[in-house]
């Protein structure tokens, strides 16, 4: 029968004393972050599909489009969702259809920070106003879980929207004519900023503080707070679900810590995209033939 | 065995592979069936080993799932205590095993042992069927004696891969050498003093004076465990490792 497994006495305890001496199992810093691996689709006409591993935790996000009409209080915007689900994959319990209290945090917290924070531009989406617009829709799956599955998901889904091409549009009057990909490029997505999220694992009321918990350390600890932020620094949300209590002074240094960890999130972003961006354009034939310079034929003239 | 032949489940094994019993009676390990008159054939993959000696046959395969079997010695979790006996759990997200309260050394209807959830008991398995719960005990219930057995205190469990502990619980031939190719815990034992106990359940605990030998025993058991070093390469890490600390 599947039944969540608690750590033992003795992990739990071993796992406090060695934090309070500064060491983590993996011989990592106290604010130090596994490394990331971001990769995505191999498939030069697929865009928007990510894989995202840090350590053990694995998550794939995939970002598809539509056309649909838009909702009747809301002639000028496109619709935009977020649909994450813990895999079953993972163990413990989990259901597909049946989310339990983490899954629907997880959910929530996605969407303070990027649907709420606009973060992805709505009326950009709009095709004609109360006809027709974009439906984007996001979709996560966690398949493995070894703790900061939400620092993780939002990173899949930003990443997963910047690579993302919407197919590309024209209108006439109230005729609209949407290409297909081969037809014509597809376009990218606007992004008014990009946040990230980073979770806090606290022991001993809030003395120490760690980034990028493992499984056995989140077990362990007395509570969390995550900080949404992009890289310059404006914070989305700041979420502290209970937990043992933290004077506001931690709260702040925490925001700061965070702060540096997302731009360190944002440029292994960066860096992954500008990578596909060249592989996908082998031999610089995109930029060729996307340029609008004529061959310069030298023609007898008529007459 | 020089090239170890590889078999997935169904196939069937070539009569040439099997060995000539000197009684006329052949042993089957684990992974091999035997469906008359003369057709024994693989049940999970893995690669064929043969002891011509005993003549006997059987699968080795690495395989992340522990299967409970009489005599194996497991590192067990309590996960809560009735009347008579404690639910522990051997490996995640499958059924409990029991143990009986009076299942220890020493212990008599009215001195029951101090046991709460969350406590690690190292115990033997005595039962184990498919159609039964596991049940298993923290003394040797012919002799009464604990040899070992017993609430595990303070220290770190890690988690390995079941094969890698039935590798670590090989011991050594005749020549000292050890037989699973495993020597990370000799290695530092000569330098540094722990305790340690090997559950076949995919655990080991380790206890070591200070917190930070114990979390570099994890590291290493964890690196030949995952990264698959040969004994070349764990003598290397631990030299490494021991300058470390």
């Known amino acids: ?303 | 065995m020089a090239a170890a032949m590889v078999l997935l489940p169904g196939e069937n094994i070539p009569t040439d592979k099997l060995p000539k019993p000197k009684k006329g009676k052949l042993t089957l390990g684990p992974g091999l069936q035997h469906t008359p008159p003369s057709t024994i054939s693989a049940t999970t993959a893995g690669s064929l080993q043969v002891d011509h000696r005993k003549a006997a046959l059987w699968l080795e395969h690495a395989g992340g799932r522990y299967q409970p079997s009489v005599g194996d010695l497991v590192i067990a979790q309590i996960h809560h205590s009735s009347v008579e006996t404690f639910s522990c759990a051997l490996t995640p997200h499958t059924s409990f095993a029991i143990l009986g309260q009076l299942a220890f050394e020493g212990v008599s209807k009215k001195t029951r042992p101090q046991l709460k959830a969350g406590d690690v008991v190292y115990a033997r398995v005595s039962k184990a069927s498919k159609w039964e719960d596991v049940e298993i005990e923290c003394f040797n219930s012919a002799t009464g004696k604990a040899e070992g057995m017993g609430q595990l205190k303070g220290g770190m469990v890690f988690d390995v891969r079941p094969a890698f502990a039935r590798r670590l619980m090989m011991g050594t031939d005749k020549e000292g050498v050890s037989k699973g190719g495993v020597v990370v815990l000799e290695e530092v034992g000569g330098k540094v003093k722990f305790e340690v106990a090997v559950g076949r359940n995919g655990k080991v605990w380790v206890d070591s004076g200070s917190v930070r030998e114990t979390v570099m025993i994890g590291h290493l058991l964890r690196g030949a465990d995952e990264g698959g070093w040969d004994v070349e390469g764990q003598r290397k890490a631990v030299k490494k490792a021991l300058r470390d600390v």
Request: hydrophobic share 35%.
């Open chain 1, 1 to 303: 029968m599947p039944h969540a497994t608690r750590p033992s006495t003795n992990e739990s305890a071993f796992v406090l004393s060695a934090l309070r001496e500064n060491l983590r199992l993996d011989s990592r810093a106290i604010d130090q972050y596994r490394p990331i691996s971001l990769k995505f689709s191999s498939d030069p006409d697929v865009y928007g599909q990510t894989d995202v591993r840090m350590g053990k935790t694995r998550v794939i996000c995939n970002v598809s489009c539509e056309v649909i009409t838009p909702y009747s209080d809301r002639k000028f915007d496109g619709v935009f969702n977020i649909n994450c689900e813990l895999s079953p994959l993972i163990g413990a319990g989990v259901e597909i259809g049946r989310p339990d209290q983490a899954e629907l945090l997880l959910s929530r917290l996605l969407e303070k920070s990027i649907r709420r924070s606009n973060a992805l531009d709505t009326e950009s989406l709009c095709i004609i106003a109360g006809q027709k617009c974009f439906h984007v829709r996001a979709d996560l799956h966690v398949l493995d879980h070894d703790g900061s599955i939400l620092d993780a998901c939002c990173l899949a889904l930003v990443a997963a929207l910047q690579h993302f091409r919407r197919p590309d549009y024209e209108v006439h009057g109230e005729q609209v004519t949407v290409f297909d990909v081969r037809e014509r490029e597809p376009v990218k997505l606007t992004l008014q900023h990009q946040p990230f999220c980073v979770t806090t694992s606290y022991y001993d009321a809030g003395t120490i503080m760690v980034q990028d918990a493992t499984l056995l350390e989140e077990q362990c600890r007395e509570g969390e707070i995550v900080v949404s932020m992009n890289r310059h620094g404006e914070v989305c949300q700041i979420a502290k679900y209970g937990g043992v209590p933290v004077d506001a002074l931690s709260v702040l240094s925490v925001v700061k810590q965070s702060w540096e960890k997302v731009k360190m999130m944002d440029s292994v972003v960066r860096e992954a995209l500008s990578k596909d961006e060249r592989e996908r354009d082998k031999g610089g034939r995109m930029k060729a033939e996307l340029s609008a310079e004529n061959e310069r034929v030298m023609e007898r003239p008529v007459g």
